[in-house]
T-cell receptor, first 114, second 116 residues
Framework: DADVTQTPRNRITKTGKRIMLECSQTKGHDRMYWYRQDPGLGLRLIYYSFDVKDINKGEISDGYSVSRQAQAKFSLSLESAIPNQTALYFC?????????????FGPGTRLTVL | AQSVTQLDSQVPVFEEAPVELRCNYSSSVSVYLFWYVQYPNQGLQLLLK??????LVESINGFEAEFNKSQTSFHLRKPSVHISDTAEYFCAVSDQLYNQGGKLIFGQGTELSVKP
């Protein structure tokens, strides 16, 4: 069974719609992250959470919001989707005690905004 | 702040040939360094990392990377590639300050294409 799961895996939506991407993990990690991947740009951090009560903006948080419902769940919302939010979105987790900060990634959600 | 530059966006090679994927970084503080691999239609997985100690680190599938502090580089090498190594490779850095810890800065990625 996958340790980090993302739903949905693929989503096509229209401009202006509200979208929620969900991430769940069974690794018992305290830290969770949302990234987006665009061709030629690598992965860019949207939001990260060190624990349920600690949520921080990443480098490209505009147009996004997050919710950490529990240690194991971290959701990303697009309040009003726009075409340039078309991308591959990844959730990741890590363990705070791991100073090397290895991050474990989910399989990704491919989002298309028309 | 840190930044990462992967100098090649695409690297085509023939099977059994050697390969080097280049990565340079900039940072005002000490860093940890990582290479992640993304196989087609999958998420990223850690290939190898440098935290401290020996500057040469190895993966279980024959890749190695050397941390060069003076040149701020962390190039990835393999002496003989296989078709199954075809993937996108990402170099990443994380600073060693706890209050900034947990944030990875990724390079743009290098697509390695191994041809028979």
């Amino acid at each position: 069974d996958a340790d980090v799961t993302q739903t949905p895996r693929n989503r096509i939506t229209k401009t202006g719609k509200r979208i929620m991407l969900e991430c769940s993990q069974t690794k018992g990690h305290d830290r969770m992250y949302w990234y987006r991947q665009d061709p030629g740009l690598g992965l860019r951090l949207i939001y990260y959470s060190f624990d349920v009560k600690d949520i921080n903006k990443g480098e490209i948080s505009d147009g996004y919001s997050v919710s950490r419902q529990a240690q194991a769940k971290f959701s990303l919302s697009l309040e009003s989707a726009i075409p340039n939010q078309t991308a591959l979105y990844f959730c990741a987790t890590s363990l705070a005690r791991d100073w090397g900060n290895e991050q474990f990634f989910g399989p990704g959600t491919r989002l298309t905004v028309l | 702040a840190q930044s990462v530059t992967q100098l090649d966006s695409q690297v085509p090679v023939f099977e059994e040939a050697p390969v080097e994927l280049r990565c340079n970084y900039s940072s005002s503080v000490s860093v940890y360094l990582f290479w992640y691999v993304q196989y087609p239609n999958q998420g990223l997985q850690l290939l190898l990392k440098y935290l401290s100690g020996s500057t040469l680190v190895e993966s279980i599938n024959g890749f190695e990377a050397e941390f060069n502090k003076s040149q701020t580089s962390f190039h990835l090498r393999k002496p003989s590639v296989h078709i199954s190594d075809t993937a996108e490779y990402f170099c990443a850095v994380s600073d060693q300050l706890y209050n900034q810890g947990g944030k990875l800065i990724f390079g743009q990625g290098t697509e390695l294409s191994v041809k028979p």
